[in-house]
């Protein structure tokens, strides 16, 4: 035996009739997850892959960790297919399960190995966590405000008629979102300053339907302030969250200088709160800077 492998543990009847019911009851909770709406919940990325990682190491293995990590991945990619998400959810969501499946082996295998009746009591204490946004436990602070400011080298009414001109589609210029290609508008339209003007931001479609669009009308107008709301939104990213209201504002802070400031809030379509909340937080603030160079304000 190398010092890799672990050594064979007994195999037990209480161990595989055990991991035969966490794993039905894996099967029937991922079915009325999905049934009822909830595959955005933690459930999907919390509590599933502690049964899925509780039900391999309750079983003997050499490996139980290579057998996670492998059988991990094909539920991912599987996942992925019925539930009509791109790649993007996938990598998004990866660090989270494979967190989440080894740290439970781990936790099983040590209380399994030391011969301690734990092991029962701790897959539902490790469910907990997934149980956000399920309908059993409430969503966790899911309105959320990103806000991005940038100085630019333009004087304030400068500024003002960029803004008139409305956005245009540009090369994305964030590292995040051309890493994990994001999906974002490449059919922009629309201009003015004034109530009941629109911008029309368009999203390619993909194999899993069309991309469709978002649209955004000015709400509020005030001297160097534009609010926003969103009158139409079936782009392919409303999966993922909901814009509710944006804010455009500038001010001269110098000759030659402005001030850009967006500030968006929208509600977050994904739990755990934890885990998501940071990560949207982080792109949707790459996407208001992508938003600030359509407008030309770099």
Known sequence: MTLDEEPTPQRTRAHVILAALITLFGLVVF??????????????????????????????????????FAITTVALLLAAVALHEGAVCVILAAPLVYAVAHGTTALIRALRDASRPYVIVAVPLLLLPGLEGSGLAPRVAPEQTVEVTRVVDLPADQVAERLAAGPRPTAVRSVPLRLLGVPTPVQVSGDGLDLGDRWMFGYHGSSHGPGGHLLAEV???????LGFRFTEDSSITGRWFTWRHAELSWQEIGPGHTEVRIQ??????????????PVQQVLLGAGVGHLLDMLALR
């Open 31 to 68: 079915i009325v997850v999905v049934r009822q709406g909830r595959a955005d919940s933690a459930v999907l990325f919390v509590a599933l892959p502690v049964l899925l990682a509780a039900a391999i190491a309750l079983t003997p293995a050499r490996t139980a960790h290579g057998r996670v």
């Open 219 to 225: 709400d509020e107008v005030a001297p160097g302030r």
């Open 264 to 277: 968006v809030d929208y509600t977050r379509g994904l739990d755990p709160s934890w885990y998501f909340g």
